[in-house]
């Protein structure tokens, strides 16, 4: 069966210091992945989505970037965080036939 | 443009009582897929449903119903006996028809909590 995880669960970082947020499946190959965000106490927000290896697609102009290495890893980064970057980040990805999301468990970042 | 909209911001009820929870939605597109997640307190998402806009029967899982009406744009789940449990955000999402890529455009979630 399909796993997705995410690290780390939580970060508590200073303004201005660099990001790296991993997410990985198992169990699927080729999979769609995305980024989202949540703010606190609202929706989410989708960040970047990638459909394989190399191939990134951003939906909103931000502070963050996002990098697919290997087949099943993506990863979130920033080189300078902002306070506004706060917020719970969550992966997930779509394979196959299916075209429902599954999502990974989240980090939950805060910027001081 | 895709837009979905959950005007409940937060529902209190009590344990065994009936809730509904409202999902409007707004599309261009005549073939698309509708979603409900339900977010608890570890925060994760976890995927309730999936329908596509072809599909109006309404759909029973256990405590759980859903009613799709295209006429008022409307997807609409409906917990029956409630239970401490079902406290959570749930989420409402919208996207298009595309087989195995697409993009969730979410509603801002409604805060279910039941007391005992």
């Known amino acids: 069966s399909q796993t997705i995880h995410q690290w780390p669960a939580t970060l508590v970082q200073p303004v201005g210091s660099p990001l790296s947020l991993e997410c990985t499946v198992e169990?699927?190959?080729?999979?769609?992945l995305y980024w989202y965000r949540q703010a606190a106490g609202r929706g989410l927000q989708l960040l970047f989505y990638?459909?394989?290896?190399?191939?990134i697609s951003s939906e909103v102009p931000q502070n963050l970037s996002a990098s697919r290495p290997q087949d099943r890893q993506f990863i979130l980064s920033s080189k300078k965080l902002l306070l506004s970057d706060s917020g719970f980040y969550l992966c997930?990805?779509?394979?196959?036939?299916?075209?429902?999301?599954?999502f990974g468990p989240g980090t939950r970042l805060t910027v001081l | 443009a895709q837009k979905v909209t959950q005007a409940q911001t937060e529902i209190s009820v009590v344990e065994k009582e009936d809730v509904t929870l409202d999902c409007v939605y707004e599309t261009r597109d005549t073939t698309y897929y509708l979603f409900w997640y339900k977010q608890p307190p570890s925060g994760e998402l976890v995927f309730l449903i999936r329908?596509?806009?072809?599909?109006?029967q309404n759909e029973i899982s256990g405590r759980y119903s859903w009613n799709f009406q295209k006429s008022t744009s409307s997807f609409n789940f409906t917990i029956t006996a409630s239970q401490v449990v079902d406290s959570a955000v749930y989420f409402c999402?919208?996207?298009?028809?595309?087989?195995?890529?697409?993009?969730?455009?979410f509603g801002t979630g409604t805060r279910l909590l039941v007391s005992p």
């Open positions: 329908r596509n806009s072809f599909d109006e």
């Open positions: 169990g699927t190959s080729n999979p769609n």
């Open positions: 990638s459909v394989g290896i190399g191939q």
């Open positions: 999402a919208l996207s298009e028809a595309e087989v195995g890529f697409q993009k969730l455009v």
């Open positions: 997930a990805w779509t394979a196959g036939e299916y075209n429902e999301q599954f």
